[in-house]
């Protein structure tokens, strides 16, 4: 990316919108945040939906896209699109469903094959590690640095902590993508963006 890679959030499993809403904005709020994967636990379709209605808008109003799981919930919450963790059905249902007008990210990026697959299907980014998941960092770096140097679907590395992030960056990631590193930071949501985006600018600045 001309500018250098951008902040992605991708939430934890939320159970009460309206007790993450506060700790949501704050981290929306601090720094420019590209896109955030909004994951939900929910009961039921209805309500994830209720859910989703309460936060998509914050993350829309300061001008993040904003994910969800399921296609067909995207579509009755305004959502800008999907992304779809695994499985090559999945996919390309998401694909036929949401595009050209919505957003696809993919996960599908264990192996190289699954990777290359899913850019070829269509999908609009490819993220590397998994929030759920702590990836060795040098593997990561490896296979970001695989897809940037070959591929020209953007690039999301899932950094495990925020001192991951410089060395994605230089790996050439277009995104940086992070979660329990955000949520789970004691001085807040917001202390942690900041810091991220802090070494972000200063990789900006030493390349412009």
Request: aromatic letters at 6%; proline letters at 6%; glycine letters at 8%.
């Amino acid at each position: 990316m001309a500018d250098g890679p951008r902040l992605y959030l991708v939430t934890p499993p939320i159970a009460d919108a309206v007790a993450f809403r506060p700790h949501f904005e704050a981290a929306l709020k601090a720094v420019d945040i590209a896109c955030v994967w909004l994951r939900i636990a929910a009961r039921d379709e209805g309500e994830a939906k209720k859910a989703l209605r309460v936060l998509v808008p914050l993350a829309q109003a300061q001008g993040a896209a904003c994910l969800v799981d399921d296609p067909h919930i995207a579509a009755h919450v305004g959502a800008d699109g999907v992304h779809v963790a695994e499985g090559d059905g999945p996919l390309q249902d998401a694909l036929a469903a949401m595009k050209p007008a919505c957003i696809v990210g993919a996960g599908h990026s264990a192996t190289r094959d699954s990777a290359m697959t899913a850019g070829e299907a269509g999908a609009d980014y490819l993220m590397f590690g998994d929030p759920d998941r702590a990836d060795r960092p040098d593997e990561l770096i490896e296979r970001i640095a695989w897809w940037t140097e070959i591929f020209n679907v953007p690039c999301v590395a899932c950094a495990g902590n925020l001192g991951d992030v410089e060395a994605f960056a230089r790996a050439g990631a277009d995104f940086i993508a992070l979660c329990a590193a955000v949520w789970d930071d004691p001085r807040g949501p917001a202390a942690a963006v900041r810091d991220a985006e802090s070494v972000l600018a200063g990789l900006r600045e030493a390349t412009s």
